[in-house]
């Protein structure tokens, strides 16, 4: 879910980056958006070596602060060029954990991979306690700007219920049709947050449509957070059911 959650970010930002930058003839815009992704693969690859290197050979007891402050700047410039910066700190992250398949004779002299995941494995710990502090921000800031009114206003939810439906019916039909994967309980777990809010506001004032509003975004989040949480119960309770069987003696 995690993969497939950030994967669907990023491809869901590219394509509304190009839609939303895109000028002149759609071939022209779609050559060019080409060309921005493979420049930004070149460099997310050169710019991963780097910080890779960066966090081997610092010694000092204050590393991990440059390599992601590293990040946040490359993040930055790619956002200033228009780049898809995004997909750059992903390809980090896959280098990163996929670092055993850049083992050859040349790297096995420049880095002692012992130390290197050693090293990555305190670096994980550290951003997963810091994407949790993140997301627990995100939530209270979405609870202060909440309104009651949004959430209960009915032309609101039609609309609201109306898109949630959409994303879980063809969530639906791509488990079934493409993956041919059960549902449950994948298929409860489609959240929408900090990246559907921050699209919504990037949105120039003369493109967004009349009646998709602020209120209709909460209710959206809202509701599929709704869904994540039955789909958790549910699967505890699958769980649950399942392991005093597995644990039961045979009969004899």
Do not use: W
Not at 143 to 163: C, K
Not at 168 to 187: E, G, Y
Request: hydrophobic share 60%; glycine share 4%.
């Amino acid at each position: 879910v995690t993969y497939e959650s950030s994967i669907s970010d990023i491809v869901g930002i590219l394509a509304f980056d190009f839609i939303l930058l895109s000028s002149g003839s759609l071939g022209t815009g779609v050559l060019r958006f080409f060309a921005e992704l493979i420049i930004t693969l070149m460099a997310s690859v050169l710019f991963s070596a780097g910080l890779a290197l960066l966090l081997h050979k610092i010694n000092h007891h204050v590393k991990y602060v440059i390599i992601m402050t590293s990040i946040i700047l490359i993040y930055a410039l790619a956002k200033l060029v228009y780049l898809p910066s995004l997909l750059v700190v992903l390809i980090f992250g896959l280098i990163m954990n996929n670092n055993a398949l850049f083992k050859n004779r040349f790297s096995l002299k420049i880095i002692n991979f012992d130390e290197f995941n050693a090293d990555l494995s305190s670096f994980k710990n550290i951003v997963t306690e810091l994407t949790f502090i993140i997301r627990c921000f995100f939530f209270i800031l979405f609870g202060f700007y909440t309104r009651l009114s949004d959430l209960l206003n009915l032309n609101n939810l039609l609309i609201s219920v109306t898109i949630a439906l959409s994303i879980f019916i063809l969530r639906a039909l791509f488990f079934k049709m493409v993956l041919r994967a059960p549902l449950s309980p994948l298929l409860y777990f489609a959240p929408r947050g900090l990246i559907t809010i921050l699209l919504f506001f990037s949105i120039p004032s003369i493109m967004l449509l009349p009646f998709i509003n602020v209120g209709v975004i909460t209710q959206v989040i809202f509701i599929s957070i709704l869904m994540m949480t039955f789909g958790n119960v549910i699967f505890k309770k699958a769980g649950e059911a399942i392991a005093p069987d597995a644990n039961a003696l045979p009969r004899t």
